[in-house]
Nanobody, 114 residues
Framework: QVQLVESGGGLVQPGGTLRLSCAAS????????MRWYRQAPGKEREWVAT???????TYADSVKGRFTISRDNAKNAVFLEINSLKPEDTAVYYC????????WGQGTQVTVSS
């Protein structure tokens, strides 16, 4: 079955950097588009970034220039590097793939605070 397991979140000061990871299994990773979403307290889940099988990347306007999505097909993993973290980046970050239906991981908490 499809499994997505996020890791790498934590408490970080404004201006800091984090690298989130998502380990995937149960589907053909190399031919699947992978996405990151986030959900801030009291807000709806929002799309953050997508990386397609060929490596094409797209980002939400709110994160362009600070977030970088990447993938390692040999390890069935997708990553999200977040630079210049801001308090408004505080959210639970989720990995997502659509294999006939959307699948989600359990999420990893990112808290940006001094």
């Amino acid at each position: 079955q499809v499994q997505l397991v996020e890791s790498g979140g934590g408490l970080v000061q404004p201006g800091g950097t984090l690298r989130l990871s998502c380990a995937a299994s149960g589907f053909t990773f190399s031919t699947s588009a992978m996405r990151w979403y986030r959900q801030a307290p009291g807000k709806e889940r929002e799309w953050v970034a997508t990386i397609r099988p060929g490596g094409t990347r797209t980002y939400a306007d709110s994160v362009k220039g600070r977030f970088t999505i990447s993938r390692d097909n040999a390890k069935n993993a997708v990553f999200l590097e977040i630079n210049s973290l801001k308090p408004e980046d505080t959210a639970v970050y989720y990995c997502n793939v659509v294999v006939s239906t959307p699948y989600w991981g359990q999420g990893t908490q990112v808290t940006v605070s001094s």
